[in-house]
């Protein structure tokens, strides 16, 4: 990693995309998502009627909300993989975008750090004190995204 570091959290600004709130559309499981966050909240009741009414859900915002709520019973194994689905959805927004993945190979070695005192777990709990999975997880898909980048370069 180089000292240089992109703090991304709102939708908003150049780094924007980064987030899953972002209005990206993305396809995965044969089904259009209007966002990585309506991807990744309904992966936590997958194979049930609430995975596609969180998927239907009206804004990110929404579908958070929906997905946080404990009225809808949660999939036992979610705390084991969880961080797959992430990767799996952020690997979807990031190569089935040309400009977005444009954007996250353009920020090179730079550590990507999900800003925000909201979350200590997908974000740096705004303080630098949290696991930053989702900055981590960015930083993953771009080094694949790199590698494949330079083997085509290659041929």
């Known amino acids: 990693m180089s000292g240089n570091v992109i703090n991304f959290y709102s939708t908003k600004g150049e780094y924007g995309p ?5 209005a990206h559309r993305l396809f995965l499981k044969g089904k259009t998502w209007r966002t990585s966050e309506h991807y990744f909240q309904a992966q936590k009741f997958a194979g ?8 239907m859900a009206e804004s990110p915002m929404v579908v958070a909300r929906m ?7 949660l999939r036992k194994d979610w705390e084991s993989v969880k961080d797959d689905i992430m990767r799996e959805a952020v690997m979807a927004k990031f190569t089935q975008d040309k ?10 070695d730079a550590t990507l750090v999900e800003h925000t005192a909201n979350d200590f777990y997908w974000a740096d709990g705004g303080d630098g004190s949290g696991k930053n999975m989702l900055g981590i ?11 494949e980048a330079s083997s085509v370069a290659d041929e």
């Open 18 to 22: 980064f987030s899953n709130f972002s």
């Open 48 to 55: 049930t009627e609430h995975e596609e009414e969180l998927r």
């Open 67 to 73: 997905g946080r709520s404990r009225k809808r019973p």
């Open 99 to 108: 400009e977005l993945k444009a954007l996250l190979l353009n920020t090179g």
């Open 137 to 147: 997880i960015l930083m993953e898909v771009r080094e694949k995204l790199q590698l």
